[in-house]
Nanobody
Framework: QVQLVESGGGLVQAGGSLRLSCAAS????????MGWFRQAPGKEREFVAG????????DYEDSVKGRFTLSRDSARNTVTLQMNSLKPEDTAVYYC?????????????????WGQGTQVTVSS
């Protein structure tokens, strides 16, 4: 059973940084693709960043390019989203997701497994 556990959310002022981690277990993640999504109140869940574990070439949603960086630790089956220069519009619940298909980005329905989410709040 694949499990994804996020950590690292919190409250930060605009311009600050947060680091989100997703610990994955229960699968052979070298054949998975990982993604981060976010959902703000009243809005649909949207893609933020993602990469296929094999090769690991991250892709990003346009509004976070140059500010967010996705990385992995294969030894620990962990993916990390480093978020810099945070803006109030980045406020949302952030979810880690995984799929067995090879992709660097996608829609929520294309991912098979989800974490419980972690709140990120950016104050102005």
């Amino acid at each position: 059973q694949v499990q994804l556990v996020e950590s690292g959310g919190g409250l930060v002022q605009a311009g600050g940084s947060l680091r989100l981690s997703c610990a994955a277990s229960g699968g052979t993640f070298s054949s998975y693709s990982m993604g981060w999504f976010r959902q703000a109140p009243g809005k649909e869940r949207e893609f933020v960043a993602g990469a296929a574990w094999s090769g690991f070439r991250p892709d990003y949603e346009d509004s976070v390019k140059g500010r967010f960086t996705l990385s992995r630790d294969s030894a620990r089956n962990t993916v990390t989203l480093q978020m810099n220069s945070l803006k109030p519009e980045d406020t949302a619940v952030y979810y880690c997701a995984a799929t067995r298909t090879y992709r660097s980005r996608g829609y929520p329905g294309q991912y098979d497994y989800w974490g419980q989410g972690t709140q990120v709040t950016v104050s102005s």
